[in-house]
């Protein structure tokens, strides 16, 4: 799904998309009871849910959610805080030696913000963050957003436009743009 695609609800398309939410959900609530130190049971869930092996380099402290898991692309030397959310339907890439801290949420779907159209359609677009991009706890990156390489995410800051390389964006995005 990209952001000038929109995906109608009660399709096949968004019967096959609920139904892996289904599913990496059954495996996200298995993974985030096993022992911490249960690395060949992590290992194998987090295989099953990106449809991959995880890379070598990569940690992840669990708590960790997923709706889809399988457009979920992490480099090696990525490292994911506690509790953190991937709605990953749309894509999310995370480069090389990035950092994100607890509580950051990425979120590649949504829906129209008419409200004739808002409960019939999903609309959605990749995220992409690039190489060395610190992100902090709490932060919200919205969908079609790409973070440039060593930028910095202030904790809580809602990321909605793409951030350039080697900058530091914080603080609250919400403004009023119309109204109807």
Same mark, same amino acid.
């Given at each position: 799904?990209?952001? =000038?695609?929109?995906? /109608?609800?009660?399709?096949? %398309?968004?019967? &096959?998309?609920?139904? /892996? @939410?289904? +599913?990496?959900?059954?495996?996200?609530?298995?993974?985030? @009871?096993?022992?911490? *130190? =249960?690395? #060949?049971?992590?290992?194998?869930?987090?295989?099953?849910?990106?449809? /991959?092996?995880?890379?070598?380099?990569?940690?992840?402290?669990?708590?960790?959610?997923? *709706?889809?898991?399988?457009?979920?692309?992490?480099?090696?030397? @990525?490292?994911?805080?506690?509790?953190?959310?991937?709605?990953?339907?749309?894509?999310? /890439?995370?480069? %090389?030696?990035?950092?994100?801290?607890?509580? &950051?949420?990425?979120?590649?779907?949504?829906?129209?913000? *008419?409200?004739?159209? +808002?409960?019939?359609?999903?609309?959605?677009?990749?995220?992409?963050?690039?190489?060395? @991009?610190? $992100? !902090? #706890? !709490?932060?919200? $990156?919205?969908?079609?957003?790409?973070?440039?390489?060593?930028?910095?995410? &202030?904790?809580? #800051?809602?990321?909605?436009?793409?951030?350039?390389? &080697?900058?530091?964006?914080?603080?609250?995005? #919400?403004?009023?743009?119309?109204?109807?």
């Amino acid at each position: 799904m990209s952001s =000038d695609r929109l995906m /109608r609800i009660r399709s096949p %398309e968004f019967k &096959a998309m609920s139904e /892996r @939410v289904l +599913r990496a959900t059954e495996l996200t609530s298995r993974l985030n @009871v096993l022992p911490f *130190d =249960d690395e #060949a049971g992590k290992a194998e869930l987090f295989e099953q849910l990106l449809g /991959r092996p995880l890379p070598e380099r990569v940690t992840i402290y669990p708590p960790f959610y997923t *709706d889809h898991g399988l457009n979920l692309d992490l480099a090696e030397r @990525v490292f994911i805080n506690q509790n953190c959310t991937f709605l990953d339907y749309a894509g999310i /890439r995370i480069g %090389e030696r990035t950092m994100i801290g607890p509580k &950051a949420t990425f979120i590649t779907v949504g829906h129209p913000v *008419d409200p004739e159209e +808002r409960r019939g359609w999903l609309s959605g677009a990749p995220i992409t963050v690039e190489e060395n @991009v610190w $992100i !902090g #706890a !709490g932060a919200t $990156i919205l969908p079609g957003v790409r973070i440039g390489r060593d930028a910095v995410i &202030a904790a809580g #800051a809602v990321v909605a436009d793409d951030v350039p390389p &080697a900058s530091l964006v914080t603080g609250p995005k #919400a403004t009023v743009h119309r109204q109807w």
